[in-house]
T-cell receptor, first 111, second 116 residues
């Protein structure tokens, strides 16, 4: 079992729709969770961090964390073609600072 | 406010050579982590430096080594390069983690290393 799992996609959504990206992790003691966006040929850019169960909203982005189910998700409302990128889920295991990444989900938003 | 800066942006080496990559952290950050990202994969943790010492290390051989300087900047050294070392090398900086949470890591633009 991979430490952090994501569906590689591509996930295709029409412009204006809600894109839902999902991630599961294996270390039950994980304490910090992050979503990064990576455009092709570029480096990862932090878009959301979440540390406790529930929802966290920032503009068009909402991160959701369920530690009991070991599940974290990212919702993108009013998706735009400029949101087309790979979205990386990252988790820090218990008592460490390192990031464990999933392989990323490629999102395509079409006009 | 400068973000994380890495140099060089691209590098071409041949098998068996050695390479040094450099990173300057974001202002206010004191911790530097290095990651390797192969094509189509998520970044893989190499190691982390804080207070000029290697604090954590991922599953990478001893050919990968590093250093952190008093100004918090860092170097990644790779010896005896292999074809499989071709990847994007990312530096990320953060502030030392607060109790019960990890400060987000911010990435530089990376160094793309190609081994011929």
């Amino acid at each position: 079992q991979k430490e952090v799992e994501q569906n590689s996609g591509p996930l295709s959504v029409p412009e204006g729709a809600i894109a839902s990206l999902n991630c599961t992790y294996s270390d039950r003691g994980s304490q910090s969770f992050f979503w990064y966006r990576q455009y092709s040929g570029k480096s990862p850019e932090l878009i959301m961090s979440i540390y406790s169960n529930g929802d966290k909203e920032d503009g068009r982005f909402t991160a959701q964390l369920n530690k009991a189910s070991q599940y974290v998700s990212l919702l993108i409302r009013d998706s735009q073609p400029s949101d087309s990128a790979t979205y990386l889920c990252a988790v820090t295991p218990w008592n460490t600072d390192k990031l464990i990444f999933g392989t990323g989900t490629r999102l395509q938003v079409f006009p | 406010d400068a973000g994380v800066t890495q140099s060089p942006t691209h590098l071409i080496k041949t098998r068996g050579q050695q390479v040094t990559l450099r990173c300057s952290p974001k202002s206010g950050h004191d911790t530097v982590s290095w990651y390797q990202q192969a094509l189509g994969q998520g970044p893989q943790f190499i190691f982390q430096y804080y207070e000029e010492e290697e604090r954590q290390r991922g599953n990478f051989p001893d050919r990968f080594s590093g250093h952190q300087f008093p100004n918090y900047s860092s170097e990644l050294n790779v010896n005896a390069l292999l074809l499989g070392d071709s990847a994007l090398y990312l530096c990320a900086s953060s502030r030392r983690r607060a109790r019960d949470s990890n400060q987000p890591q911010h990435f530089g633009d990376g160094t793309r290393l190609s081994i011929l």
